[in-house]
Nanobody, 118 residues
Framework: QVQLVESGGGLVQPGGSLRLSCAAS????????MRWYRQAPEKERELVAN????????DYADSVKGRFTISRDTAKNTVYLQMNSLKPEDTAVYYC???????????WGQGTQVTVSS
């Protein structure tokens, strides 16, 4: 079955960096668009970054452009989110999502907490 396992979250000071990883299994990695979402307390879940199946198209939310970088490693079946210049408003649970186009279905990881605080 499809599994997405996030890691790399934690507590970081404002201005710091973290790299999130999402290890995927149970499907053909190259057949899915991979996305990172986040959800802060009492807020809607929002799309942070998207990378398409080939890696040729990447999109970011305006709030993270220039600070976050999404990438994927096909050999490791892993998608990453490099987060730099972190701000307190980046505090949220970050979720990995795989959208498998051939079946029109998305899958979620369990989430990893990112807290930006001094």
């Amino acid at each position: 079955q499809v599994q997405l396992v996030e890691s790399g979250g934690g507590l970081v000071q404002p201005g710091g960096s973290l790299r999130l990883s999402c290890a995927a299994s149970g499907f053909t990695f190259g057949s899915a668009s991979m996305r990172w979402y986040r959800q802060a307390p009492e807020k809607e879940r929002e799309l942070v970054a998207n990378i398409n199946m080939s890696g040729a198209r990447i999109d970011y939310a305006d709030s993270v452009k220039g600070r976050f970088t999404i990438s994927r490693d096909t050999a490791k079946n892993t998608v990453y989110l490099q987060m730099n210049s972190l701000k307190p408003e980046d505090t949220a649970v970050y979720y990995c999502n795989a959208f498998i186009w051939s079946i029109g279905r998305g899958y979620w990881g369990q989430g990893t907490q990112v807290t930006v605080s001094s």
